[in-house]
């Protein structure tokens, strides 16, 4: 089993920043990929990046060149870091692990609000 426990959401303007974190405990060997997504209201919920245990990251298009994925693997911990946040990056933030055997795993989530 993975536990995940998520952080550092809230209200900013656009054009602002926030870094999300995620810290992980109990089986960490098992876990391959970690990411985070995201569910706005009304929509469905969405793969913002990930970050494979060595090191290779994915972004989503709509995060490119806005958002940075990171994994300290020595303190079990991944990060987000979002910069020039806009409006429709309001959403539910979620941390995910992937397991090697395929077995997924979610953190309760934290909210993001964007103000215009």
């Known amino acids: 089993q993975v536990q995940l426990v998520e952080s550092g959401g809230g209200l900013v303007q656009a054009g602002g920043s926030l870094r999300l974190s995620c810290v992980a405990s109990?089986?960490?060997?098992?876990?391959?990929?970690m990411g985070w997504y995201r569910q706005a209201p009304g929509k469905q919920r969405e793969l913002v990046a990930t970050?494979?245990?060595?090191?290779?990251?994915n972004y989503a298009d709509s995060v490119k060149g806005r958002f940075t994925i990171s994994r300290d693997n020595a303190k079990n911990i991944m990060f987000l870091q979002m910069n020039s946040l806009k409006p429709e990056d309001t959403a539910v933030y979620y941390c995910?692990?992937?397991?090697?055997?395929?077995?997924?795993?979610w953190g309760q989530g934290t909210q993001v609000t964007v103000s215009s």
């Open positions: 970050i494979f245990s060595g090191g290779t990251t």
């Open positions: 109990g089986s960490i060997f098992s876990i391959n990929v």
């Open positions: 995910n692990a992937v397991s090697r055997v395929l077995r997924y795993y």
